[in-house]
């Protein structure tokens, strides 16, 4: 959906990640993602830009825009980005989220970085530190789950890569978090 043609290609680019992300908080909550594409065909026109929803205009100054192209194209109610609520257009709970986790370049309004747990603002996914791999700073948050496993203490993990220790600790929260799924499937 994110693609607008078939590349053959495995890698994705930032853009296609980031629109991932958000398209990704109405998949886990059951909705097709199938009836989302005219929205986002629409929104490429409009905003004039190949993955809008990896931009702040449709979240932010465009949120009246988005409302119109919705309407427009007969979007699902459980697909909307955007609602109107005591008369103001308001995010939905799912593009809030997203938003939340979302660092806008202040000159470009381009998503620059992602956290992917919006509660843990210290952990963030950046295409420009380790190809784009979970960080505090410009430390992979799973080095330092694996010195932790291995035994570190948090203070030693700290000095090792020069990182403050609540640094250290969101890194091992995160990857806390990460890891339950898969120890849930187990």
């Known amino acids: 959906m994110v693609r607008l043609e078939a590349t053959g290609e495995e890698i994705v680019t930032w ?12 998949r886990d909550a059951g ?3 199938v009836r989302m594409r005219p929205a986002i065909v629409r929104l490429r026109e409009l905003f004039n830009t190949r993955y809008p929803l990896a931009h702040a205009r449709p979240f932010a ?7 119109e192209v919705q309407d427009d194209v007969g979007l699902d109610r459980h697909l909307l980005l955007v609602i109107v609520r005591n008369d103001q257009v308001v ?5 809030r989220r997203f938003y939340q986790s979302a660092e806008f370049g202040n000159e470009t309004d ?5 956290r992917p747990v919006s509660e843990i603002k210290e952990v963030v996914i950046d295409p420009l530190r380790q190809f784009g ?3 505090v ?4 948050t799973e080095i330092i789950a694996e010195q932790y496993r291995a035994g570190e203490t948090i203070d030693s993990i700290s000095s090792l890569f020069d990182l403050e220790r609540p640094l ?3 890194a091992l929260r995160y990857e806390l978090i990460r890891s339950q799924p898969e120890e849930a499937a187990a």
């Open 137 to 140: 700073r410009s430390v992979r």
């Open 133 to 135: 791999e979970p960080v």
């Open 110 to 114: 381009v998503l620059e970085r992602l």
């Open 61 to 67: 100054a465009g949120r009246e825009l988005v409302l």
């Open 168 to 170: 250290v600790e969101a």
């Open 91 to 95: 995010l939905t709970d799912p593009a």
């Open 31 to 33: 909705v097709p993602m």
């Open 15 to 26: 853009g296609e990640f980031v629109e991932t992300r958000l398209l990704s908080e109405y």
